[in-house]
T-cell receptor, first 116, second 112 residues
Framework: GAVVSQHPSRVICKSGTSVKIECRSL??????MFWYRQFPKQSLMLMAT?????????EQGVEKDKFLINHASLTLSTLTVTSAHPEDSSFYIC????????????FGEGSRLTVL | KQEVTQIPAALSVPEGENLVLNCSFT??????LQWFRQDPGKGLTSLLL?????REQTSGRLNASLDKSSGRSTLYIAASQPGDSATYLC???????????FGKGTRLSVIA
């Protein structure tokens, strides 16, 4: 299947700092990428839909000024957690849908964020 | 609003058994249905995708069925192995561009 690369896989930061997570589609172009958040033993909760060249669409309850999403190219979307706090600690997963094909979604390996 | 439910929440079977995981969804107007596998602390691996017009898909020891009218899908795993131990998630989008709505998953343990 297609490959989605997410980096970093783990990050530990101090409260108040900002953290950027990258999501790349390695062998296909993705006009749409999705960012999910997953708490321990819970399912994935959609945070936002990222469209190449336009503003992201955020789900209700997700602060767009805290979770900045940029989708500047057809292969890269970034999520920046600004002024991170301990409650932002979570597993963040991106997914990408190929511009062509049957609409299958491919997921990155996830990024474990720990805010101290 | 689409809701996806997976039963059972957890399942433990001895190696070699065949097993069935269940998924149901409330809005039958789905575009497709995907089954994923997630290992602890890892991302998701796509296992099977069934288009809304299809009834089933097979990949190796895995077979997924879809009954759109009743809002159900099953994932059949034949001759289970300890390496199959993981959380299995089903998910549906309501159209070609909408994000996936996930169930809470079934945590499978295959005991050697």
């Amino acid at each position: 299947g297609a490959v989605v690369s997410q980096h970093p896989s783990r990050v530990i930061c101090k409260s108040g700092t900002s953290v950027k997570i990258e999501c790349r589609s390695l062998d296909f172009q993705a006009t749409t990428m999705f960012w999910y958040r997953q708490f321990p033993k819970q399912s994935l909760m959609l945070m936002a839909t990222s469209n190449e060249g336009s503003k992201a669409t955020y789900e209700q309850g997700v602060e767009k000024d805290k979770f900045l999403i940029n989708h500047a190219s057809l292969t890269l979307s970034t999520l920046t957690v600004t002024s991170a706090h301990p409650e932002d600690s979570s597993f963040y997963i991106c997914s990408a849908r190929a511009s062509e094909g049957v609409g299958e979604l491919f997921f990155g390996e996830g990024s474990r964020l720990t805010v101290l | 609003k689409q809701e996806v439910t997976q039963i059972p929440a957890a399942l433990s079977v001895p190696e070699g058994e065949n097993l069935v995981l269940n998924c149901s969804f409330t809005d039958s107007a789905i575009y497709n249905l995907q089954w994923f596998r997630q290992d602890p602390g890892k991302g998701l691996t796509s296992l099977l995708l069934i288009q809304s017009s299809q009834r089933e898909q097979t990949s190796g020891r895995l077979n997924a069925s879809l009954d759109k009218s009743s809002g159900r899908s099953t994932l059949y795993i034949a001759a289970s192995q300890p390496g199959d131990s993981a959380t299995y998630l089903c998910a549906v989008p309501n159209s070609g561009n909408t994000p996936l709505v996930f169930g809470k998953g079934t945590r499978l343990s295959v005991i050697a």
